[in-house]
């Protein structure tokens, strides 16, 4: 594999980086998708901004022939997108549910006690951290977004506000914390200097610490049509075959593997210093062994998804178009930033959703990015009493229809768009 040398890869600005692959610096060739043009998927709206010009960037998605990563361009830079930010992570209770099992689980695996340190990057509002506290756990929380980190820092999860890279954890270094546990959940891909993060992983890392980071499956990804989970923000998408390639070149290595249902399909892999004690568990080979069968190493896997995504397209208008010329009332649940990427491929405004909802009340009131779809409370349903009300945030889906299930008393219906357009009746469904 024709893999350039760590060192003329990091460090690079924008305009360079976007001219090669971030990871491993090879010229890219190849394209998965082109979802058009679409605005930043979290640069929500308020009212007195909707006469004015919106910024709008390429989604066009390529792919490395020598690592495999999945990849924009990086048209926008972290400090734009995350220094003040939208999602925070505690509004989903399945994923605060989710975290909590993690942290039992990684304290009696690791035996973290009241001398160990856990740190996470893109720490959030403290959904996670929060639940090593009372198992004795020291944490610190590194989070950019300084309104996020607020809601953390409340709550008694001490949250460092800045970007992580070898600048911060050789300074943290300096100051004391190296950590037995380095945490990364759905980050990794929102980092568009990948060679400087993981040199900064390596550097905080005790000699017998463990990294661990989750991120949605490229292969899940392509297998179930989840082209709406490509947006700005995402700058990176991985198989486990990049992220072997990724951890090698900085003195990791791969020591497990578990496959998770969070985000439609992701991984949550373990990494680990070279020479440390531990062994690489049977799941990375499988695993590995089952992408290169599944055509992970062939480009011509990935020249075919794009038809998969208009697919979709087609089948969601043409339900939409239907459903409209019928006389019925339509809204959205949810304002993820896939809904936004889904939104604007689909060309998805007002003539379709009368609004949609959200339970971040950060959002009410505001618009979404692009087909400025008005964001209200989650009683506007009951207000508004739709026919059909179109799940953005498909990945919770069933969390959704358990929360909402209440409207089958007037005869409302779920429509769930990935992979294609499924219809639910909440009636029909067993409690």
């Known amino acids: 594999m024709n893999i350039q040398p760590i060192e003329t890869v990091r460090g690079h600005n924008a305009a360079s980086r976007n001219v090669g692959c971030r990871l491993c610096g090879s010229r890219l060739r190849h394209t998965l998708v082109d979802l058009g043009m679409s605005p930043p998927c979290e640069s929500f709206l308020q009212a007195e901004q909707l006469d004015q010009m919106e910024a ?13 990563l999945v990849q924009l361009k990086e048209y926008l830079s972290p400090e734009t ?27 009696r695996r690791l035996g973290l006690g009241r001398d160990s340190l ?53 300074q943290m270094m300096s100051e004391g914390h190296c950590a037995d546990l380095i945490i990364g959940n759905n980050v990794l891909a929102q980092v568009p200097d990948l060679n400087d993060f993981v040199a ?25 049509n989840q082209f709406d989970t490509i947006y700005h923000e995402h700058f990176s998408y991985f198989s486990l075959l990049t ?20 985000h439609g399909g992701s991984l949550r892999v373990y990494l680990a210093h070279e020479g440390s004690r531990w062994g690489v568990d049977d799941s990375v080979g499988k695993l590995l062994a089952r992408e290169k069968r599944h055509g992970l190493t062939e480009m011509i896997t990935y020249a075919s998804f794009g038809h998969k995504a208009q697919r979709a397209k087609r089948d969601l208008l ?58 209200k409370s989650v009683e506007a349903i009951d207000e508004a009493r739709p026919d059909y009300i179109l799940i953005l945030p498909w990945n919770l889906k069933d ?33």
């Open 81 to 107: 997108i995350f220094s003040e930010y939208a999602y925070f992570s505690s509004f989903s209770s399945s994923w605060v549910a989710h975290s909590k099992v993690y942290c039992e689980a990684i304290t």
């Open 318 to 375: 043409a339900f939409l178009i239907s459903a409209k010329n019928e006389g019925k009332k339509i809204c959205g649940y949810g304002a993820p930033g896939k809904g936004n990427t889904l939104l604007n491929y689909c060309a998805i405004g007002t003539d379709f959703l009368d609004f949609t909802v959200d339970r971040n009340p950060y959002k009410h009131g505001r618009f979404t990015p692009g087909m400025h779809i008005p964001i």
């Open 399 to 431: 969390e959704i229809i358990e929360q909402m299930r209440h409207v089958a008393s007037w005869g409302a219906r779920f429509v769930v768009p990935i992979p294609f357009v499924a219809v639910i009746d909440p009636s029909e469904l067993g409690r």
């Open 243 to 262: 992220i072997e390639l990724m951890a090698a070149r900085h003195g990791l290595r791969l020591i497990d593997v578990e496959e998770l249902p969070t």
């Open 200 to 224: 900064g992983m390596k550097i905080l890392l005790k000699p017998q610490g463990v990294v661990t980071l989750e991120f949605p499956h490229i292969e899940r990804l392509m297998a179930e």
């Open 118 to 170: 856990a740190v996470e990057l893109a720490s959030n509002d403290g959904y996670l951290l929060q639940h090593f506290l009372p198992l004795g756990v020291p944490v610190l929380g590194v989070e950019p977004a300084a309104n996020v980190a607020r809601a953390a820092i409340e709550k008694g999860v001490p949250t460092r506000v800045d970007f992580f890279g070898v600048r911060l954890a050789s």
């Open 56 to 68: 709008y960037y390429p989604l066009n998605v390529l792919v490395c022939d020598a690592c495999y």
